[in-house]
């Protein structure tokens, strides 16, 4: 694990479920699918992300999971750091209910792998045991700060590796916001109260904006309002703009408005650690798709800058 504060460059994220043809783990193999190993052994990245996918209805044990982790770990260039995006930790349910089980679960893949960090987006991931399609918005409302802080800090304090709350996502037509409250201060003021670090995604706010009818140069207003200071890593994925709306699509092709996000961010994270181009665009070859590459190369340009 690195030293904490050390900045680890630019990182690639993987959401990898089971039994995919070309991205994510090969049910016959265990490990990752061909197609990931490729990009792996192409790609320069300082360190790896990838995300919990449940194995379909098996337990969670970390027995079943742990070889294949260790393969794709396995897969990349010996020595690089490791991050773990979590998808049950659920913190933005705010009824309550026992996560000792995946406290655990994750605390023994951590003993295996090491991670720099956890992270999971602030969001409603599964509701009474029944996992949502996509993570659902928190609720923005006055009453569901103090439950969701709570079960931040509990989280904070129960996992081995750092915890990092992440940012929810806002996609247009995928979510249904409840409440009132602005995202950046209801998100600010959980954070505070929890005492936790952050993992900001960039598409995530654009997507919050322009829901709110923030469009133009007003996307990037009120950043001020979110805990900067905190902030640890950022995130960059996928994202379009289509019959007017804004869509977190995860499919590798950045917009020029994140990278522009990214230019102003950048001066106001004085604490970040790593900045991550998640769910990478990967053709046949395991290389970057072509479509993908001009905005890939201009972030890791701002990556190499910042470095530096």
Not at 145 to 171: C, Q, S
Not at 196 to 209: A, E, M, Q
Not at 259 to 277: A, F, H, K, S, V
Request: proline share 6%; net charge negative; glycine share 8%.
């Amino acid at each position: 694990m690195s030293k904490v504060g050390s900045r680890l460059g630019f990182g690639i994220g993987f959401d990898l479920p089971w039994g995919a043809s070309a991205i994510g783990f090969d049910v016959n193999t265990g490990g990752p699918t061909q197609r990931v190993v490729d990009y792996l052994s192409h790609e320069q990245y300082g360190y790896l992300m990838f995300s919990f996918q449940p194995q379909g209805c098996a337990s969670l044990d970390p027995e079943t999971y742990i070889q294949s982790y260790e393969r794709l770990r396995d897969s990349a260039p010996a020595g690089t750091p490791l991050v773990l995006h979590q998808t049950t930790l659920n913190l933005g349910a705010i009824h309550e209910y026992d996560r000792s089980t995946v406290y655990s679960f994750t605390n023994s893949l951590h003993e295996r792998l090491n991670f720099e960090w956890i992270v999971e987006d602030v969001g409603i991931w599964s509701h009474h045991g029944i996992p949502m399609p996509y993570p659902l918005p928190p609720l923005l409302i006055r009453e569901s700060v103090n439950a969701t802080a709570k079960n931040v800090a509990e989280a904070k304090n129960a996992l081995t590796p750092r915890l990092h709350l992440e940012f929810p996502g806002f996609t247009d037509g995928f979510c249904v916001v409840v409440g009132n409250m602005d995202a950046y201060d209801w998100f600010s003021e959980v954070v505070e109260r929890a005492d936790v670090d952050v993992t900001i995604d960039i598409g995530h706010l654009l997507s919050y904006r322009w829901l709110i009818g923030h469009t133009g140069k007003a996307l990037y207003d009120g950043l001020d309002r979110l805990p900067l200071d905190r902030c640890r890593e950022l995130h960059l994925s996928g994202s379009a703009i289509r019959r007017g709306k804004f869509l977190d699509l995860h499919h590798g092709i950045l917009l020029d408005e994140q990278i522009e996000l990214l230019d102003r961010l950048l001066d106001r994270c004085p604490n970040l650690q790593g900045i991550t181009y998640e769910d990478p665009a990967v053709d046949g070859q395991g290389r970057l798709a072509s479509k993908a590459v001009p905005n890939v190369n201009l972030l890791r340009e701002r990556v190499s800058r910042w470095m530096q």
